[in-house]
């Protein structure tokens, strides 16, 4: 990466990262969503209404993570995390593992993440794998309130705060792997242009926000994302 004028960077990744490594995507042709309705698996609404078609969803989806391996473009960004000595801030909407099991530190799941277990009583997250039934008691306050740590559409993403106060300071913005199609996330290219950072889409066709972008690079980003990085 030519780092002249960079110190700061932002890259935001979606379920397009994850897709060489053998995870579905949501919006293709046989994406996650195709298999349910939004509505059905992944609001508060849905949860309340048919526990466990949701936590059947989230259990399968968990299940197959531990079958899966992180890809070259999982490997270049944990690569480039361990090298660049400026800030760096790698912003996921994916819940699979595969960015910190390819080394990845500086990371934040805004959308959750399926290896992680939320108390709705007590609002505690903790670590979780294998099957989670309704009515599972939280080991903290005991309450059979434990759901997937899932940021549901309606709820409020992870770490707004932080994200935003990185975008701010960023010089680089790069989007990898996502549709653009959901919000916060998908307005942060608009953010980082207002910041004043220079942006680029790596991805593998023309997503919702492509005209935002200085830059749009079409392709597998197994082969985008060390290409950029190197
Ligand atoms: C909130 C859970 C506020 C995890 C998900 C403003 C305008 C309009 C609507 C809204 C708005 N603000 C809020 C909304 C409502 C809503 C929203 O955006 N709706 C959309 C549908 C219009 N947003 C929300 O509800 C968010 N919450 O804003 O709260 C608030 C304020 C106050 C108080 C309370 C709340 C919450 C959003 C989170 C929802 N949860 N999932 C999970 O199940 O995994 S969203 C879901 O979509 C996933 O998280 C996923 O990450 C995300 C985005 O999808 P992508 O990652 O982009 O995946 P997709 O399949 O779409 O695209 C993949 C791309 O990869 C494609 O372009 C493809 O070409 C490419 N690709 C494929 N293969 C490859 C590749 N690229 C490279 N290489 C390859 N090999």
């Not at 932002?10 to 490594?21: K, M, Q, R």
């Not at 309340?48 to 969803?57: E, G, I, M």
């Given at each position: 990466?030519?780092?002249?004028?960079i110190?700061?960077?932002?890259?935001?990744?979606?379920?397009?990262?994850?897709?060489?490594?053998g995870?579905?995507?949501?919006?293709?042709?046989?994406?996650?969503?195709?298999?349910?309705?939004?509505?059905?698996?992944?609001?508060p609404?849905?949860l309340?209404?048919?526990?466990?078609?949701?936590?059947?969803?989230y259990?399968?989806?968990?299940?197959?993570?531990?079958?899966?391996?992180?890809?070259?473009?999982?490997?270049?960004l944990?690569?480039?995390?361990?090298?660049?000595?400026?800030?760096?801030?790698i912003v996921?909407?994916?819940?699979?593992?595969?960015?910190e099991?390819?080394?990845a530190r500086?990371?934040?799941h805004?959308?959750?993440?399926?290896?992680?277990?939320?108390?709705a009583?007590?609002?505690?997250?903790?670590?979780?794998?294998?099957?989670?039934?309704p009515g599972?008691?939280?080991?903290?306050?005991?309450?059979?309130?434990?759901?997937p740590?899932?940021?549901?559409f309606?709820?409020?993403?992870?770490?707004?705060?932080?994200?935003?106060?990185?975008?701010?300071?960023?010089?680089?913005?790069v989007?990898?792997?996502?549709?653009g199609?959901?919000?916060?996330?998908?307005?942060?290219v608009?953010?980082?242009?207002?910041?004043?950072?220079?942006?680029?889409?790596l991805?593998?066709e023309?997503?919702?926000g492509?005209?935002?972008?200085?830059?749009?690079?079409?392709?597998?980003?197994t082969?985008?994302?060390p290409?950029?990085?190197?």
């Open positions: 990466m030519n780092s002249d004028a110190s700061s960077i932002v890259i935001l990744t979606g379920a397009g990262i994850s897709a060489e490594s995870l579905a995507t949501f919006r293709g042709p046989d994406g996650l969503w195709e298999g349910h309705r939004v509505e059905d698996v992944c609001t609404e849905a309340a209404r048919d526990p466990l078609l949701v936590h059947r969803f259990d399968e989806r968990r299940a197959k993570l531990a079958e899966v391996l992180p890809n070259a473009a999982h490997d270049a944990a690569a480039l995390d361990a090298a660049w000595a400026g800030d760096l801030l996921t909407q994916n819940v699979d593992d595969l960015h099991r390819a080394g500086r990371l934040v805004m959308h959750g993440a399926l290896n992680s277990a939320l108390c009583a007590c609002g505690k997250a903790a670590p979780w794998s294998g099957a989670l039934s599972t008691a939280c080991a903290g306050c005991a309450a059979p309130r434990l759901r740590d899932i940021v549901f309606g709820e409020m993403p992870y770490e707004m705060d932080r994200i935003y106060d990185a975008i701010a300071e960023a010089n680089l913005f989007s990898i792997g996502t549709s199609a959901v919000y916060p996330a998908a307005g942060f608009q953010t980082a242009r207002e910041a004043g950072a220079r942006t680029i889409e991805n593998l023309p997503s919702a492509s005209a935002l972008f200085d830059e749009s690079r079409m392709g597998p980003a082969r985008l994302v290409d950029l990085v190197r």
